[in-house]
């Protein structure tokens, strides 16, 4: 399961992603999944700090965000609020839902079903979500590419000078691969004391591959998975691509 260094550092990777920036980058994708589906209602596994789940509802839709960190949903309860169109709940993606076949379309995205732990935990996860939606209805699934990193090196990806609660900080990110896990490192350097403090952390993830997500999702039942190697629906080259997407149709 998601390991819990990510709440203790959620205010810096909030800090580090320019949240307009990628949703608009990612929303072409979206909604031309919601409107083939003709989405009423999203289910938002492993939520985190809500933004995605906050976006479909800003679009008229029914959606419920779930988390297994309490913190991370009462952040979003006080920063997105509730109603009967807008629910927050914890629960992790590997526990069932308790109104089977209710979405339309149910979505875990931004490397989070990675930090599953381990593919035993993928496979259950997925079984939850496709059993989340109905007959006809979609599961998309979003994870970091890890096989097109090299072996070895970490790749720094951002370094960002931010207003954290705790005080004025540094903040770098990267990420790197080790075989078939892959981590990602932070650091935070306080920049307001007269002696720099800094906290580190290095999370692994398990490296999915295509084929077995594939394979994984069609003992769960489903009857057509599309791939995708980026956002703009290119396809996946195992060795290119950033990302790797996946549609599958219950």
């Given at each position: 399961?998601?390991?819990?260094?990510?709440?203790?550092?959620?205010?810096?990777?909030?800090?580090?992603?320019?949240?307009?920036?990628?949703?608009?980058?990612?929303?072409?994708?979206?909604?031309?999944?919601?409107?083939?589906?003709?989405?009423?209602?999203?289910?938002?596994?492993?939520?985190?700090?809500?933004?995605?789940?906050?976006?479909?509802?800003?679009w008229g839709l029914t959606v419920e965000g779930a988390d297994i960190s309490p913190a991370m949903i009462?952040?979003?309860?006080?920063?997105?609020?509730?109603?009967?169109?807008?629910?927050?709940?914890?629960?992790?993606?590997?526990?069932?839902?308790?109104?089977?076949?209710?979405?339309?379309?149910?979505?875990?995205?931004?490397?989070?079903?990675?930090?599953?732990?381990?593919?035993?935990?993928?496979?259950?996860?997925?079984?939850?979500?496709?059993?989340?939606?109905?007959?006809?209805?979609?599961?998309?699934?979003?994870?970091?590419?890890?096989?097109?990193?090299?072996?070895?090196?970490?790749?720094?990806?951002?370094?960002?000078?931010?207003?954290?609660?705790?005080?004025?900080?540094?903040?770098?990110?990267?990420?790197?691969?080790?075989?078939?896990?892959?981590?990602?490192?932070?650091?935070?350097?306080?920049?307001?004391?007269?002696?720099?403090?800094?906290?580190?952390?290095?999370?692994?993830?398990?490296?999915?591959?295509?084929?077995?997500?594939?394979?994984?999702?069609?003992?769960?039942?489903?009857?057509?998975i599309e791939t995708y190697g980026a956002w703009h629906m290119q396809p996946y080259d195992r060795e290119?691509?950033?990302?790797?997407?996946?549609?599958?149709?219950?």
């Amino acid at each position: 399961m998601r390991n819990q260094a990510f709440d203790d550092f959620s205010d810096a990777y909030e800090a580090m992603i320019d949240w307009p920036r990628r949703l608009a980058h990612e929303e072409g994708f979206y909604r031309r999944l919601f409107d083939e589906v003709r989405a009423r209602s999203v289910l938002d596994v492993a939520c985190g700090t809500g933004r995605h789940a906050a976006m479909f509802h800003s679009w008229g839709l029914t959606v419920e965000g779930a988390d297994i960190s309490p913190a991370m949903i009462e952040r979003c309860r006080e920063r997105f609020g509730e109603s009967q169109t807008l629910r927050w709940v914890v629960r992790g993606f590997d526990q069932p839902h308790p109104e089977p076949a209710s979405f339309d379309v149910a979505i875990c995205v931004g490397n989070s079903l990675a930090l599953a732990g381990d593919e035993a935990a993928v496979a259950a996860a997925l079984r939850q979500m496709l059993a989340a939606v109905r007959p006809g209805g979609r599961v998309l699934i979003h994870v970091l590419n890890l096989w097109r990193l090299p072996d070895g090196p970490a790749q720094w990806q951002k370094c960002v000078r931010a207003s954290l609660p705790e005080g004025e900080s540094l903040i770098v990110k990267g990420v790197h691969r080790a075989g078939s896990t892959g981590y990602v490192n932070m650091i935070v350097a306080r920049l307001d004391l007269s002696e720099p403090r800094m906290r580190t952390e290095c999370v692994p993830f398990v490296g999915l591959e295509a084929a077995g997500l594939e394979a994984m999702l069609g003992c769960a039942g489903a009857t057509r998975i599309e791939t995708y190697g980026a956002w703009h629906m290119q396809p996946y080259d195992r060795e290119q691509s950033p990302d790797l997407i996946m549609v599958a149709t219950k």
